[in-house]
């Protein structure tokens, strides 16, 4: 297990297994394991985009997808999946627990982190598909419109660099995230996109805590909220 989100009713959790490209579903209440989905690749034909429910643990299967970080849409109806091998978010129905669409980002999709006002959602592109990356990779921030399901905004790092993990300041202002490859912490302005900082910190930084956050609920993982 990696990262996980909650349904908007709090009944369900569903977590993304890495190593295995599945997502698990788990009833909170009866503490649970409900079922699996396998991810598959990236983008499918339309009449294959539904994966019935994957029950078994672990198949005998090489993964095809890398599922990371995993995020509710505001009104609780699509949960997107960032899948570092495809490149992109899958989109996926929590209560009928079957993938319903694709959007592509960029290379290593990673973090996902909503706006302050609900309208956007920022995918964080590591720059590798893989778990080790080098310096001054392809990496960069997506914009994702909730309404449309459309990349709106990509906005570069100047000069290379591998967009990992972080968050939104509280007045959402400000994306904070680690610069995995690079050994650095990146901050972007989110009204234009603009990289304002760049800071030096030791190696390979994965996890950036961003707080005091807004939210009930913690997620885990480095001060996610909801």
């Not at 009449?47 to 509710?72: N, V, W, Y």
């Not at 590798?128 to 906005?155: A, C, E, K, M, N």
């Not at 100047?158 to 990146?186: C, I, K, Q």
Request: aromatic residues 10%.
């Amino acid at each position: 297990m990696d990262h996980l989100e909650v349904t908007s009713d709090g009944r369900y959790g569903i977590a993304t297994c890495e190593f295995s490209g599945q997502l698990v579903k788990i009833d909170l209440a009866a503490r649970a394991v409900v079922g699996y989905l396998k991810l598959g690749a990236g983008v499918s034909n339309p009449f294959k985009k539904l994966t019935a429910l994957f029950k078994k643990r672990h198949g005998d299967h090489e993964a095809t997808a890398m599922p990371q970080d995993i995020r509710s849409s505001p009104d609780g109806k699509v949960f997107y999946v960032a899948d570092m091998k495809g490149g992109g978010v899958f989109l996926v129905d929590p209560i009928a627990f079957l993938r319903v669409g694709f959007i592509k980002t960029g290379i290593g999709a990673h973090g996902l982190y909503p706006s302050r006002d609900g309208t956007s959602l920022y995918v964080t592109n590591r720059g590798w598909s893989t778990t080790s990356g080098g310096r001054h990779g392809p990496g960069s921030i997506s914009v994702l419109d909730f309404s449309t399901r459309q990349i709106v905004s990509s906005w570069p790092v100047p000069g290379g660099g591998s967009p990992d993990m972080g968050n939104v300041t509280a007045d959402g202002r400000e994306l904070w995230v680690s610069g995995r490859y690079d050994d650095e912490v990146y901050v972007f302005a989110t009204a234009t996109g603009t990289l304002t900082h760049r800071i030096p910190v030791g190696r390979e930084p994965h996890g950036l805590c961003v707080w005091p956050q807004p939210g009930r609920f913690s997620l885990g993982h480095t001060g996610n909220m909801r």
